[in-house]
């Protein structure tokens, strides 16, 4: 069984900055994609950004693209979401999970087997 752990959610306004990170107590971590997704109230789960197992390929969905960065720390099972110019839109609880073993940038989130808890990020305006 694969535990994720979220941290690093909480209140920011609007332009400021958060950096989640997420880590895994499997110590095959370096061989998973890695995928963020967030949730609002009364929408449905959809993905923000993916990193490729060894890091060198990442994919953002056009709403956080050039604001929010992904990487992945593999020798600490972490994975980081760096989140710039927050929006009130960003307003979400956030969830990591892992995607496939040596994927390539997965995105699609029925391949996406282990989730954490999440973690709720509020931006105020």
């Known amino acids: 069984q694969v535990q994720l752990v979220e941290s690093g959610g909480g209140l920011v306004q609007a332009g400021g900055s958060l950096r989640l990170s997420c880590t895994a107590s499997?110590?095959?971590?370096?061989?998973?994609?890695m995928g963020w997704f967030r949730q609002a109230p009364g929408k449905e789960r959809a993905l923000v950004s993916t990193?490729?197992?060894?890091?060198?390929?990442?994919y953002y969905a056009d709403s956080v693209k050039g604001r929010f960065s992904i990487s992945r720390d593999n020798a600490k099972n972490t994975v980081y979401l760096q989140m710039n110019s927050l929006k009130p839109e960003d307003t979400a609880v956030y969830y990591c999970?892992?995607?496939?073993?040596?994927?390539?940038?997965?995105?699609?989130?029925?391949?996406?087997?282990?989730w954490g808890q999440g973690t709720q990020v509020t931006v105020s305006s």
């Open positions: 990193i490729s197992w060894s890091g060198s390929s990442t």
């Open positions: 999970a892992r995607g496939p073993r040596f994927g390539k940038v997965t995105t699609t989130p029925a391949l996406y087997d282990y």
């Open positions: 499997d110590r095959t971590f370096s061989n998973y994609d």
